[in-house]
């Protein structure tokens, strides 16, 4: 079955970076588009970054020159580099195979931008 595990969140201060990964097994990687989601407390879960099975990319206006999704088909991973954090971008962030009414989640992880 599809398993998506991600990992790298953690406690950071504001202005720093943070880097996350995603290994992806249970399904042909390489064929699907895959993103990162994030959801804060008493928020609604929003996409903040895609990336096409040919590497084009699209970010939500929050992020756009701060985020950097990426993935690597050889290994079935996808990353999301985070540069420049805020308060604001603390959530728990979820890789996600995005695949219409099969989209999948991963089990998510923490990631809290505080001083």
């Known amino acids: 079955q599809v398993q998506l595990v991600e990992s790298g969140g953690g406690l950071v201060q504001p202005g720093g970076s943070l880097g996350l990964s995603c290994a992806a097994s249970?399904?042909?990687?390489?064929?699907?588009?895959m993103g990162w989601y994030r959801q804060a407390p008493g928020k609604q879960r929003e996409l903040v970054a895609s990336?096409?099975?040919?590497?084009?990319?699209d970010y939500a206006d929050s992020v756009k020159g701060r985020f950097t999704i990426s993935r690597d088909n050889a290994k079935n991973t996808v990353y999301l580099q985070m540069n420049s954090l805020k308060p604001e971008d603390t959530a728990v962030y979820y890789c996600?195979?995005?695949?219409?009414?099969?989209?999948?989640w991963g089990q998510g992880t923490q990631v809290t931008v505080s001083s």
């Open positions: 996600a195979r995005l695949r219409g009414s099969q989209t999948a």
């Open positions: 249970g399904f042909n990687f390489i064929i699907n588009r």
């Open positions: 990336i096409s099975t040919t590497g084009n990319t």
